[in-house]
């Protein structure tokens, strides 16, 4: 299961996708985010999968990776979609007990877990694309208005990437670690959900100390390059929109406004 976490993870490539500006993916993410969001019915959903897919076409990643990634939050989405099914109001069709199934709460319960993995799916993609060091040049550039109110934007920015940088690597150490447990005779795959859940506790400590280490070893790996944050920092390479990012700007601005358009008439 722990194999399956990619998220953080970038797969380098030369497609459209990996050549755009990071500013254009975070701010295409987000349209593509609030579009979701805006989706009602099954034309606006349709509209959605097409283009999540076509995305996805572009960008050439392999589908079962994408889909990999959405394993371990399987039973957070089956939950969802458990709720909507069973607490929707409406005309029952099918009722048990205090279980009732109506046929608002399967379009709901069907539309919800759409959302919910097309919305994991559109995420992942910009992390597949962008390297964490263009994410972090992208973000700070978007959120650099945001530095006359005193807001710490690159430690902002720095933070969230190299929480997206670590998050493999400590994958990677919980599985080394369970794998020395279960040589040691722990069993983490038998009995039931809390017995599982207690039999995971040995994991935390050494899981803590490791991460801890880590983070040391880069903050004085940091300082001894004199790191001193954002304040006078140039960057190798410069961040420059190309037309390719105005089309696709373009492109997403089309439809967020058809999206718009299509919950406000209902079409």
């Not at 069907?110 to 910009?126: C, E």
Request: proline content about 4%; aromatic content about 8%; glycine content about 6%.
């Amino acid at each position: 299961m722990l194999r399956d976490v990619t998220l953080g993870q970038y797969f380098p490539g030369d497609t459209i996708v990996h050549r755009l500006d990071p500013r254009t993916k975070l701010t295409l993410t987000l349209i593509y985010i609030v579009a979701l969001f805006l989706a009602v019915d099954y034309f606006s959903y349709a509209v959605m999968i097409v283009v999540l897919a076509a995305c996805i076409i572009i960008s050439k990643i392999k589908l079962r990776v994408i889909l990999r990634g959405v394993k371990p939050l399987l039973i957070v989405i089956i939950i969802t979609g458990l709720l909507n099914l069973f607490y929707t109001k409406g005309e029952p069709i099918l009722s048990f007990w205090i279980i009732k199934i109506t046929v608002e709460g399967i379009k709901r319960a069907v539309f919800m877990i759409l959302r919910i993995v097309m919305l994991i799916m559109g995420s992942f993609l910009l992390t597949y694309t962008t390297s964490p060091v263009a994410l972090t040049d992208g973000l700070e550039s978007l959120l650099s208005p945001l530095k006359k109110l005193r807001f710490p934007v690159h430690e902002l920015a720095m933070m969230m990437s190299i929480a997206l940088r670590f998050i493999p690597t400590l994958i990677e150490e919980t599985d080394k670690i369970m794998s020395a447990q279960k040589a040691r005779g722990a069993n983490f795959e038998t009995g039931n959900l809390f017995q599982r859940a207690k039999a995971l506790l040995p994991l935390l400590i050494p899981l803590f100390i490791s991460a801890f280490r880590r983070a040391d070893e880069l903050a004085v790996a940091m300082e001894s390059r004199c790191y001193n944050g954002g304040e006078g920092r140039t960057k190798m390479k410069s961040l420059h929109m190309a037309p390719r990012d105005w089309i696709a700007l373009f492109l997403g601005a089309l439809l967020l406004a058809g999206m718009i358009v299509m919950n406000v008439y209902k079409i």
